[in-house]
């Protein structure tokens, strides 16, 4: 079996920050690409940020400037630091990893979502 587990969530004021993080674990054999998502109330979930195994990184419009992706593969851990935080921010945040477990099985995992609120 394989979880992704985040923490990180809450609410801040805007022009603020949050670091959110989400570690893989379970019967892993790589961590492929990396990502988050988020989903506001009554809105489709989208895209955030997306890293690769060995680096690479883009973001969505709406966050560039703002937020980092990184990662650190020997934790199996992608974190998504958030600063210039907006009213518009606020949604549920979800990590997304493709995974390879050790049966050579490759699909994508989702973690349970954290609540982001950017509210004075």
């Known amino acids: 079996q394989v979880q992704l587990v985040e923490s990180g969530g809450g609410l801040v004021q805007p022009g603020g920050s949050l670091r959110l993080s989400c570690a893989a674990s379970?019967?892993?054999?790589?961590?492929?690409?990396m990502a988050w998502y988020r989903q506001a109330p009554g809105k489709q979930r989208e895209l955030v940020a997306a890293?690769?195994?060995?680096?690479?990184?883009n973001y969505a419009d709406s966050v560039k400037g703002r937020f980092t992706i990184s990662r650190d593969n020997a934790k199996n851990t992608v974190y998504l630091q958030m600063n210039s935080l907006k009213p518009e921010d606020t949604a549920v945040y979800y990590c997304?990893?493709?995974?390879?477990?050790?049966?050579?099985?490759?699909?994508?995992?989702w973690g349970q979502g954290t609540q982001v609120t950017v509210s004075s």
């Open positions: 997304n990893a493709d995974i390879t477990s050790r049966v050579l099985v490759r699909r994508p995992y």
């Open positions: 379970g019967t892993i054999f790589r961590v492929n690409d």
């Open positions: 890293i690769t195994s060995g680096g690479s990184s």
